[in-house]
């Protein structure tokens, strides 16, 4: 006999363009979810800047030394958010912890994508995720690490302002245009695509680009 199937069909959120989600009973717990947009954009670049003039002075390190993984560490950081934006934050809700865990960590964005508070991880989860990254690329780069993951976390900040801006204010008349596009296709047309916002470059590499027309 056929056992019956334990899939769970993922949950369909409508967006709604005004309003905001409470997430905790909890009120303490409740705002370590909310921040204002400037507090994580300004610890993550000055932690990057930090971590260059850190390398530079104390490290003695070249200029090559420090730019190379620089570049790379942005590369990086675009591909892992491609990665954790389509495997994770869309993973299939098929549980109940699953569903659970899918929408505190972007299923509530989906559903209120213009609530301002909630367009970056809270600053304490980011920037303790960050710390232990620099250790686990010291571990494997040694000092090049420091241009590394300066070179991430300013991805990192650049993705928070663009993200900001596709959500806040009206389809620019620059570069970001072309981001704002893809990134209202994906909340409001169909979210199985687009799932890079600072870049359209590996939506483009692994075939997620939204069709044209």
Sequence with gaps: MEQASSY???????????????LFENSFLERLTRTHILVPISIFATFAIALV????????????SI????FLGILAFTLVEYVVHRYIFH???????????????????HEYPKDKDR???????SATIMCL??????LFMGNYAFGFTAGFGLGYASYLGVHYVVHAFPPPKNFLRILWINHSIHHYKDDEVAFGVSSPLWD?????LPKKG
């Design 67 to 70: 730019a190379i993984p620089f």
């Design 204 to 208: 483009w590499v692994f075939g997620t």
């Design 8 to 22: 769970v069909k993922p949950m369909q959120v409508s967006p709604k363009n005004n309003g905001r989600k409470q």
């Design 91 to 109: 993973m299939l809700p098929d549980t109940p912890a699953k569903a659970d865990i899918q929408y505190k960590f972007h299923g509530v964005h």
């Design 53 to 64: 003039c850190y390398g530079a002075v104390f490290r003695e390190l070249t200029l090559l």
């Design 119 to 125: 367009l970056a991880m809270p600053p304490i989860l």
């Design 133 to 138: 990254l620099f250790g686990l690329f010291y």
